[in-house]
C-alpha cells in the first residue's frame, strides 16, 4: 500500500523505431509538486499522456489514488485535472460561460456549479474579467482559464504541460502563484517545463528528463550535490596586496582553493553567501579596493549539462 497520489512505474512508449518515453517511474505525495524538467522533444507530453490515460502505454503502469489507470479506465480520471499545452476553451465564450460550460460537463449543477464556478474565477485571478469574451484575453489570461478548467473537480492530482510557454511576465508570475496556493492547499501536481527558473521555484522534487529518460531525480539540492558543484566568489580589485590576502583567505574555514591574479581573486568555496562578509572583510584588511564582487552557484542548468552533455534550451 502506498498513500502516493501517482505512481509511475517503468513506463515506455515508443512511436516507430523512436522510444519517447523509456522505463521511466517517479511518484509524487499528496502536497507534493514535481516537475519534469527537459528540453523539448524530452519525452514530457509523451509521459503526461499516458499518466492521464490519453495514450496507452506500451510498458510500465499508472496507478492514480491506488486504482490503475489506461485509456479504457474512467474512475481514476476523477481525482485528475489536465492543463494540456494547447488552449481548450471557446472564444466566442466568456470566461464565466466556458468554466460552467466545462462544470456542467464534469457533473457540475446548480448553486455547486456556480460557486465552484467563482472560486475558480478567483483563483485564477480573473473574477474581474469573467464577463469578457475569451477572444478579448491575452495569452497569459487564455492559459488562466485553460489552467481554470481543470480545475472544476478539485482534483487530488493536477497536471499542467509547460502552462507558461509564450506568456506575458504577469501572467506568468500569476500562474506560478496559483500553482503554490494550490500546492499549499495540499494538491498533488505534476509540472512540465524547460524553464529550470519555474522547476527551481515551484518543485519539492524535479525529474530530469532527456531523451524519453528520466536522467536523474530528487530535490533541487540532490540533484545540485551530483555535479559536485562548488560555488565561487569571485574579487574584482582596483589596488592592494591581493596576494597576501589571498594567504588570509585560504585559512577561512569553507574555502577551497584561491586563485590569484593581477586584478582578481577567485576562492571555490563551500557556501558562498554564508562567507561572502567574512571573504570580503578579510581582503578589506589587506587594503584591497574591491571594484565588484560575483558569486556564482550552480544551478539546474549545470546539473543537466553535467548530466547529458548539453544545455537545456539547446
Ligand atoms: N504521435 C507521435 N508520433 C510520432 N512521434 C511522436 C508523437 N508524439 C511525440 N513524438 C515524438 O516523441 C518524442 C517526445 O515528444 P514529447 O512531445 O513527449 O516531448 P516533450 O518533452 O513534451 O517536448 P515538447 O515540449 O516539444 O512537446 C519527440 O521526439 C516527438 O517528436
Request: net charge negative.
Amino acid at each position: 500500500m502506498t498513500d502516493d497520489v501517482l505512481v509511475v512505474d517503468s513506463l515506455v512508449r515508443r512511436f516507430g523505431d523512436l522510444t519517447a518515453v523509456d522505463e521511466v517511474s517517479f511518484r509524487i505525495a499528496p502536497g507534493e509538486t514535481y516537475g519534469l524538467l527537459g528540453p523539448n522533444g524530452a519525452g514530457k507530453t509523451t509521459t503526461i499522456s499516458m499518466v492521464a490515460g490519453l495514450i496507452a502505454a506500451d510498458a510500465g503502469t499508472v496507478t492514480v489514488a491506488g486504482e490503475p489507470m489506461t485509456p479504457r479506465t474512467t474512475e481514476p480520471k476523477r481525482h485528475l485535472g489536465l492543463v494540456p499545452q494547447e488552449l481548450a476553451i471557446y472564444p466566442d465564450l466568456t470566461g464565466r460561460e466556458n468554466l460552467t460550460l466545462f462544470g456542467r460537463l464534469q457533473g457540475l449543477r446548480g448553486s455547486e456549479l456556480r460557486s465552484r464556478v467563482d472560486e475558480v474565477l478567483s483563483l485564477i485571478g480573473l473574477a474581474d474579467r469573467a464577463k469578457d469574451r475569451s477572444k478579448e484575453y491575452s495569452g497569459g489570461m487564455k492559459r488562466r482559464l485553460n489552467i481554470g478548467i481543470g480545475l472544476l473537480n478539485r482534483p487530488t492530482l493536477l497536471i499542467l504541460d509547460e502552462p507558461t510557454v509564450g506568456v506575458d511576465p504577469q501572467s506568468r508570475h500569476a500562474i506560478l502563484e496559483s500553482v503554490e496556493a494550490l500546492s499549499g492547499e495540499g494538491m498533488a501536481v505534476l509540472y512540465t517545463t524547460h524553464y529550470m527558473e519555474e522547476a527551481e521555484r515551484l518543485c519539492d522534487r524535479i525529474g530530469i528528463i532527456d531523451s524519453g529518460r528520466l536522467q536523474a531525480e530528487g530535490t533541487r539540492d540532490d540533484l545540485i550535490r551530483l555535479t559536485g558543484g562548488v560555488d565561487t566568489i569571485r574579487l574584482g580589485a582596483t589596488g592592494g596586496d591581493l596576494a597576501a590576502a589571498a594567504e588570509e583567505l585560504r585559512q577561512i574555514p569553507g574555502v577551497e582553493r584561491v586563485q590569484v591574479d593581477r586584478r582578481s581573486a577567485t576562492l571555490t568555496v563551500k557556501d558562498a553567501p554564508a562567507l561572502v562578509a567574512q571573504v570580503v572583510g578579510t581582503a578589506a584588511d589587506h587594503g584591497v579596493t574591491l571594484s565588484d564582487v560575483e558569486i556564482s552557484r550552480p544551478d539546474l542548468e549545470s546539473v543537466f549539462l553535467h548530466l547529458t552533455g548539453k544545455g537545456l534550451r539547446d
